[in-house]
């Protein structure tokens, strides 16, 4: 059975960071394209950065493109997104989310993700 879990939200200062985690167990790790989501009460869930387990490009939506990085701990099936220069329009609930496929040719195509965490909170205060 996939399980992802995300850890790391919190609340922050406007300007500050944070670094989300995102452990991901039951499946072949590097089979897997894996995506931060996230959700804004009263907006709709928005694709924020993929990339595959297996290495290679990393993508990011253009809201965040200068203040992400997605990066993984291979070795401890770890998914990572560091957030910087945190904004109050940064609040939502975030989201990993992975899609078993060989290669990463529809780690951008987001409605097509298969397994979700429960989500982890950022809240930044001004």
């Known amino acids: 059975q996939v399980q992802l879990v995300e850890s790391g939200g919190g609340t922050v200062e406007s300007g500050g960071s944070l670094r989300l985690s995102c452990l991901v167990s039951?499946?072949?790790?590097?089979?897997?394209?894996l995506a931060w989501f996230r959700q804004a009460p009263g907006k709709e869930r928005e694709g924020v950065a993929a990339?595959?387990?297996?290495?290679?490009?990393?993508y990011y939506a253009d809201s965040l493109k200068a203040r992400a990085h997605i990066s993984q701990d291979y070795y401890n099936h770890t998914a990572f997104l560091r957030l910087n220069s945190l904004q109050a329009e940064d609040t939502a609930m975030y989201y990993c989310?992975?899609?078993?496929?060989?290669?990463?040719?529809?780690?951008?195509?987001?409605?097509?993700?298969?397994?979700w965490g429960r989500g982890t909170q950022v809240t930044v205060s001004s």
């Open positions: 989310a992975a899609l078993p496929q060989k290669t990463n040719s529809w780690c951008t195509t987001y409605e097509k993700y298969t397994y």
């Open positions: 039951g499946t072949s790790y590097s089979d897997n394209c």
């Open positions: 990339f595959h387990l297996a290495g290679g490009n990393t």
